[in-house]
């Protein structure tokens, strides 16, 4: 508040912002006297450089009030209508040096009162008035007629863009009018209005847009805009064109091979992507390969290829790709696989082997020079005498060397050639030395009946009957067959007829099947016959009634009359049988007897036999004997048994082996034996052991003994089998036994 500055011999008090309070009287004392003096403080006048003026706003205008007064330190307030002003967004109060302001954005009628400024501290107040101007406006909306603009030549609104298959194309219309126009999108007179996926419409303001995302063949057409309003209407025109590479060239095929080359042709692509294609390129690999060699670097522009330096034998494919100015087509078609070969000779001795009025039979002998790809078929051609163009008589390959070309003019002279046909296309045609004349040559029908039909054929029930009986004659006879007169019964008889042969057929002979069948083949007038005699055999019945007609001594007679059905076919003989009554065991007494009864020697005494006959034929043996009805007893004679007075040899004796077990070495896995031989009487008990243990029921070993021959039989034997075997016999009068070792290795 004070300061006191001393200058010299003078000393100042300087009082700081003097306010009414420090109004009064001040001393200042020295040590050689003192002084006084009185402050009176005034009260300062604050004058207004410049007023705030009266202002009259319009709407969303601003409104600045603005003052000026003579102490830039003078602070104040700003009141509307007696109540201060508070700042906000739109009220803003600045106090700049002697400068005051009140600045209101975005008039509102609301703003319209009287504002005052007054200074702090000072008894002043300046004022003014806002004034709100309200405008009214009468609103007239603007029309324009709708409008596209495009950058075209013409006066049509018409745009051709080309756009390469797989890139984005936007085609981006400026649009104007008012009101704003209704935009409507047209694909030729289909409306379009996709705003999503790969092609779809964008809106905005003043332009709208045309998107395909990757153009592909089938975005290729026309499209319309047109633009509305209800002032007017505007169009426009887009053609769309999507360039690609071409498809691969079509029916790509080898026409003809040789020794070390080959020719391959192929079509154009059917579609060249909308560029004009300007070439191809070749490839070939070896098939079975994955390595595809080019056979051009520089665009190709024919459509025929010869491929050469290629290695006989070998298969090959080739492929061709199409290009234009896009680029290489995607894939390419393959041809079929095929092998270069030297060619072959043509075939040999082609001869005519039949003529009718309409056919002609053909036969011939392969070629004597065959390349390495053999032959895949014969082609037969003719044509009339006199004609240059050859007609193809088969549609498939020939395999066999002879054919029978059909449909000729009858009457008419033709010439005739063969053409061998490889891997490696057609060779050169064997040609008929002279024209042939296309007529019938008659011949009279003969049948050629095969010699075991010239007999009775006899077959057995339920065996097939195939009789195969060729003929001649030309034109191609009418051929009958006949049983006693009367037609056959197709449901069990089949007949089949071709031209130069005709089969009987049956499934399952029967009985009843047998009998004389007649065989006819005519022409017009002229006929051949021939006879064949079937017969269908069985088995024959039992004899009937056999008996026991006489016995004396050790003999018995027995007879039988012959069977009730012979089984169609002639009794060849019998078989007998006797039987003993307590055993009832029956033994072969007779075989092939041809008389219906038999004498039966060497009975034994005391024993009643019973006796049967089976009955035999061309088939065999009856299924079932005719057994006599009565038996024959042979009688005793009172014979007296007189045992004999020499004393039997004594054949005993202890085991003794023969045959010792040898030391084996077997492979493990491999099934082995150990044999030895024994002799003794009484028949010894044998035992087996392996390391002086008994073997007794084990799976893996099995032990034989047959005729003095002992074998042990080991099973896929492991290293644990190996060691000491030995095998001992035992009786009443002794033992013996043989050692021997096995060793079982493993295979390594």
């Keep these: 508040k004070y300061r006191f500055k001393k200058d010299g011999k003078k000393h100042i008090l300087i009082i700081n912002e003097s306010t009414l309070e420090d109004s009064g009287r001040y001393q200042v004392m020295t040590n050689g006297g003192k002084c006084e003096a009185d402050l009176i403080v005034e009260e300062k006048q604050l004058e207004v450089l410049q007023g705030i003026a009266d202002l009259t706003v319009k709407a969303t205008d601003q409104a600045v009030f603005k003052c000026e007064v003579s102490d830039e330190k003078v602070t104040g307030k700003w009141f ?34 009287d504002y005052t400024f007054i200074p702090d501290g000072f008894a002043l107040t300046l004022s003014a008035k806002l004034n709100f101007l309200e405008i009214k406006i009468e609103y007239v909306p603007r029309q324009e007629p709708p409008k596209i603009h495009l950058d075209c030549s013409g006066g049509e609104h018409i745009n051709t863009i080309i756009v390469v298959a797989g890139n984005k ?39 709208s847009s045309f998107v395909i995302e990757s153009a592909e063949r089938s ?40 020794e070390d080359w080959a020719s391959v042709i192929w079509d154009p692509p059917k579609y060249d992507g909308g560029k004009e294609v300007t070439g191809y390129l070749i490839e070939r690999k070896k098939k079975g390969s994955q390595r595809w060699m080019k056979m051009n670097f520089e665009v190709y522009t024919e459509t025929s290829y010869q491929s050469v330096r290629m290695i006989e034998g070998i298969m090959y494919e080739i492929r061709v790709f199409a290009v234009n100015s896009i680029g290489i087509s995607q894939q390419a078609f393959t041809s079929k696989p095929f092998m270069p070969i030297a060619p072959t000779s043509e075939p040999l001795h082609l001869t005519v082997e039949d003529v009718t009025d309409t056919t002609c039979t053909l036969k011939w002998r392969p070629p004597d020079r065959i390349g390495a790809g053999g032959i895949d078929g014969y082609l037969i051609e003719y044509r009339k005498e006199g004609s240059t163009e050859w007609i193809t008589s088969n549609q498939e390959l020939v395999e066999r060397c002879g054919f029978t070309v059909r449909e000729l003019p ?32 008659v011949q009279q029908p003969k049948i050629r009946l095969p010699r075991h039909l010239r ?64 065989l006819t083949v005519q022409i017009e007038n002229m006929q051949d016959t021939a006879a ?40 060849l003989g019998y078989t007998i049988q006797k039987a003993d009554k307590k055993t009832k065991e029956w033994f072969n007494v007779y075989e092939h007897n041809r008389q219906p009864r038999c004498t039966v020697s060497d009975l034994i005494m005391g024993n009643e036999y019973y006796f049967r006959v089976f009955s035999e034929n061309l088939v065999g043996l009856s299924e079932n004997p005719g057994v006599s009805k009565n038996t024959a007893l042979i009688q005793k004679t009172g014979l007296i048994y007189k045992p004999s007075d020499y004393q039997e040899q004594d054949v005993s004796m202890a085991p003794k082996f023969l045959t010792p077990l040898v030391d084996r070495c077997v492979v493990a896995g491999y099934s082995t034996a150990l044999n030895c031989a024994v002799r003794g ?6 035992i087996w052991m392996k390391n002086k243990m008994e073997i007794r029921d084990d799976p893996k070993f099995i032990m034989k003994h047959s005729q003095g021959v002992l074998t042990l039989n080991i099973r896929k034997p492991s290293p644990f089998d190996g060691g000491t075997y030995t095998c001992k016999a035992i009786n009443n009068l002794g033992e013996a036994e043989v050692v021997c070792k096995l060793e079982v290795k493993v295979p390594q």
């Design 410 to 441: 009858t009457g008419e002279k033709v010439e005739f050639r063969v053409v061998a046909v490889n891997i490696a296309g057609k060779r050169e045609p064997a040609f008929m030395s002279q024209p042939v004349t296309i007529r019938e040559i």
């Design 169 to 207: 194309l936007r085609f981006d219309v400026p649009i104007t009018g008012e009101p704003a126009p209704t935009v409507s999108w047209f694909k030729v007179d289909k409306e379009f209005k996709d705003t999503e996926g790969r092609v779809h419409v964008e809106l905005r303001t003043e332009l």
């Design 80 to 113: 509307k209508n007696g109540v201060e002003i508070k700042p906000s967004k739109r009220i803003t109060m600045t106090h700049k040096g002697r400068f005051h302001k009140l600045v209101i954005d975005d008039v509102r009628p609301e703003d319209d009162a």
């Design 681 to 686: 009487y009484p028949k010894p008990k044998v």
């Design 219 to 258: 975005d290729e057409s026309t499209y319309n805009i047109v633009v509305t309003n209800p002032v007017g209407e505007d169009k426009a025109t887009l053609i769309v064109k999507v360039v690609d590479v071409p498809d691969p060239p079509e029916n790509v095929r080898i026409t003809s091979v040789g």
């Design 532 to 571: 064949i005699n079937i017969r269908v055999v069985e088995k024959p019945g039992p004899p009937l009634a056999v008996t026991v007609k006489e016995v004396w001594g050790f003999n018995a007679l027995v007879e039988w009359g012959p069977p009730k059905d012979n089984g169609n076919s002639e009794i």
């Design 455 to 518: 007999q009775t054929y006899i077959r057995k029930v339920g065996e097939q009957v195939n009789l195969v009986i060729p003929f001649m004659g030309k034109p191609r006879p009418i051929v009958t067959w006949s049983k006693e007169g009367q037609p056959l019964d197709p449901k069990q008889i089949s007949v089949r007829t071709t031209e130069v042969d005709t089969i009987l057929f049956i499934r399952s002979a029967e009985r009843t099947h047998s009998g004389k069948y007649s």
